[in-house]
């Protein structure tokens, strides 16, 4: 009987997907209901009351009834806060991502996808244990895309020269589908990957053959992205302005600066997240630290490539 009310037929594989079926479901059901509701009394009236010949001056005069008309507000007042609250509170889940998340990087170009894993590894397929919290941290090389898993019933946009954010985990194992949900060009409908759902025996396997891979190849040994970010460091010469120690110098030191709320001058302040750090490649101007001048630090725009901007912000986490 539940089932008949289910408007997707799609498997329920993660966190949020029974939530945000159930709002659906609720949202299909009121509307469908609503529209009988109205439609058939309107014909019902349409016909009782019509002009015929035999009577032609029968048009009756209807007043309004105050009672009825604000019965009719409140009760469509109460029905639209419990929608907003009920899609709020879902909402607010899937934009509140818990600290505990593993963390994958996700690059969208046209036309396809590339995940690259804390140890390096990089594949066009997405690997995660199942009950897991995973993060994904997106972004684009070239145009907007959307980064879309039905089965899980997640979607976010992914820009290109800034990072968002998703989070889920996977309660059951299999392979479910990544589309590319926004229109990016000519084979816009061919950017497609799998989230490979393992369990977390298989998972546990999975990455120990990586590491396996990974010493059997030692000359061509991909680097992971703090160890590419620490060289780019040294190399990009940014360690002559900024310490990682702690102490300053021209500009702020990188000690323990990720996640921190940063004074900024004029009195705002900013919290150290991935944007905030790309933005002061790019941009440093866009936010000073309070006590630091900018003109100092040339922007990094052009300079520095999607993937050493996320190599640089990995390896600034990482102190
Ligand atoms: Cu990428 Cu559509």
Redesign the pocket.
């Given at each position: 009987m539940i089932e008949f009310f289910k408007v997707f037929k799609l498997p329920q594989a993660s966190n949020f997907a029974a939530g945000v079926d159930s709002i659906y479901d609720f949202i299909f059901w009121l509307t469908a209901i609503g529209f009988f509701a109205v439609v058939i009394p309107m014909a019902y009236y349409a016909i009782k009351y019509r002009r015929s010949k035999s009577d032609p001056k029968n048009t009756p005069y209807i007043e309004g009834h105050t009672g009825l008309e604000m019965g009719v507000s409140l009760g469509l007042l109460v029905i639209v806060m419990v929608l907003f609250y009920w899609g709020w509170s879902e909402y607010s889940r899937m934009i509140n991502i818990p600290a505990d998340a593993t963390e994958i990087s996700v690059m969208?170009q046209?036309?396809s996808w590339e995940f690259t894993y804390a140890n390096g590894k990089k594949d066009r397929d997405l690997i995660v244990p199942q009950g897991d919290n995973i993060k994904l941290i997106m972004s684009s090389k070239d145009?907007?895309?959307?980064f879309y898993v039905p089965q899980f019933r997640i979607k976010q946009d992914?820009i290109p020269n800034m990072y968002t954010y998703l989070w889920f985990n996977a309660n059951q194992t299999g392979t479910f589908d990544v589309f590319?949900?926004?229109?990016?060009?000519t084979l816009?409908?061919k950017?497609l990957s799998k989230v490979k759902v393992l369990s977390k025996e298989d998972y546990e396997k999975w990455n120990a053959e990586q590491e396996t891979a990974h010493k059997t190849e030692a000359a061509t040994q991909q680097k992971n992205p703090v160890e590419i970010g620490k060289e780019l460091f040294t190399s990009k010469n940014c360690m002559a302005c900024h310490t990682v120690d702690g102490t300053p110098r021209v500009g702020p030191s990188l000690n323990a600066l990720f996640g921190k709320m940063e004074q900024l001058e004029g009195g705002t302040t900013a919290k150290v997240d991935e944007n905030y750090l790309r933005e002061s490649m790019m941009n440093p101007s866009a936010k000073i630290v309070k006590g630091f001048n900018t003109a100092t630090m040339p922007p990094y725009q052009g300079q520095l490539n999607d993937e050493e901007v996320n190599a640089l912000v990995a390896y600034i986490k990482s102190l």
């Open positions: 969208g046209q036309w145009v907007l895309h959307s992914v590319c949900a926004e229109f990016c060009g816009h409908s950017m």
